[in-house]
């Protein structure tokens, strides 16, 4: 088949506007995670044309056009920005990976996710959305600790040792931070004490459990925030231990698992994703956010890592990300080459 890759690359150096946060290229995939898909993909016999999805992603598009695009893109700018290439494929009627347009809207918006997951009645910490600083009335039944975060954003943006508050004062400091750097409203949530959690799914009939990682922050000063912060990301991921299949009793293991698949379909999520996770002391998996466009670099990325303990290959993964694309797409089921044979 001829795929089109679609993706956002990181700067070789952050060429920020003014009005720009310190981390706004923090979404963006690295070359090598941009050549390890194409790779991947030329290695199963298709023909592979990456085109970064920037203001002339459409005409070069239209250009091929694909039979398929294997999408990565994180988008531009807005509060809905990892829908802009699903909605212009949706447009064309050009067969993608992953999940739909309101899906890619939705996940992004943090509030909207979580309402969502109060209506279904699955564990999400408790939460305030905060506009201005100087009206914290919506937080005042919240309990401290409260961790703050900017409340459209992904890859731990907008977070570091000073984003867990233990005072209105703290709080009120770290508000006008998040809307004043990255323009938009803060999520307030509180900070769930207790082990921290990624779960990996992957295809659609049905969709797969991969096994199950747990981030261990005991290695990190605790002046720092023991949770999957920006900074630590950057700067001290080295300290963090990784155990791949956390260990979970049985019983603990299911629950996260059908908790982690509901949220899955409820969200309409198709052909991957990734949950973050923060596992009460009482064992109450509590949802952070959950992201359809998880981190494929084959050298860092939890997803990528998560099927290796499976037992596969970077190569086998990317084939059953465009498998579960193709799968949707009746005309491309019967294409030579469309399946590794």
């Known amino acids: 088949m001829k795929i089109a890759l679609a993706y956002n690359k990181k700067p070789e150096e952050d060429i920020l506007e003014d009005d720009e946060p310190p981390d706004r290229y923090a979404e963006y995939d690295p070359p090598r995670t941009i050549e390890a898909i194409t790779s991947a993909l030329e290695s199963l016999g298709h023909k592979?044309?990456?085109?970064?999805?920037?203001?002339?992603?459409?005409e070069r598009i239209l250009e091929i056009p694909p039979d398929i695009v294997f999408n990565i893109a994180e988008g531009l700018k807005g509060e809905s920005?990892?829908?802009?290439?699903?909605?212009?494929?949706?447009w064309l009627g050009i067969p993608y990976t992953g999940s739909d347009p309101l899906t890619m809207a939705i996940t992004l918006d943090k509030p909207i996710t979580k309402k969502i997951l109060q209506v279904e009645g699955i564990p999400t910490p408790r939460f305030a959305v905060v506009?201005?600083?100087?009206?914290?009335?919506s937080v005042e039944?919240?309990?401290?600790?409260?961790?703050?975060?900017?409340?459209?954003?992904?890859?731990?943006?907008?977070?570091?040792?000073k984003s867990i508050v233990y005072s209105c004062k703290e709080l009120k400091e770290r508000v006008d931070i998040i809307i004043k750097f990255y323009n938009q409203p803060a999520l307030?949530?509180?900070?769930?004490?207790?082990?921290?959690?990624?779960?990996g799914i992957l295809g659609n009939s049905p969709p797969e459990v991969l096994p199950i990682k747990e981030l261990?922050?005991?290695g990190v000063p605790e002046n720092l925030g023991r949770f999957a912060s920006g900074e630590i990301k950057a700067k001290y991921w080295y300290l963090v231990k990784h155990y791949c299949p956390a260990p979970l009793d049985e019983s603990l293991?299911?629950?996260i698992?059908?908790?982690?698949?509901?949220?899955?379909?409820?969200?309409?999520?198709?052909?991957?994703a990734r949950l973050d996770i923060r596992l009460s002391k009482d064992g109450t998996p509590y949802i952070l956010e959950i992201n359809p466009l998880p981190d494929l670099d084959p050298k860092e990325g939890n997803f990528p890592d998560m099927a290796r303990v499976k037992g596969m290959s970077y190569k086998e993964l990317i084939n059953a990300i465009l498998n579960a694309g193709v799968s949707r797409y009746p005309n491309l089921l019967n294409m030579e080459g469309s399946r590794e044979r």
Not at 48 to 58: Q, S, T, W
Not at 131 to 137: A, G, I, K, P, V
Not at 142 to 158: Q, R, T, Y
Request: net charge negative; aromatic share 8%.
């Open 81 to 90: 920005r990892e829908s802009q290439v699903p909605a212009i494929l949706e």
């Open 48 to 58: 592979v044309f990456p085109i970064e999805a920037k203001k002339d992603f459409l």
């Open 141 to 161: 039944s919240l309990n401290f600790p409260l961790i703050v975060k900017p409340s459209h954003e992904g890859s731990s943006m907008g977070l570091n040792s």
């Open 216 to 218: 261990d922050f005991s």
């Open 257 to 272: 698992k059908n908790v982690s698949l509901k949220v899955f379909k409820v969200l309409r999520c198709r052909d991957l």
């Open 188 to 199: 307030v949530e509180e900070f769930i004490e207790g082990r921290e959690l990624t779960v």
């Open 253 to 255: 293991y299911e629950r």
């Open 131 to 137: 506009s201005e600083s100087e009206n914290l009335t």
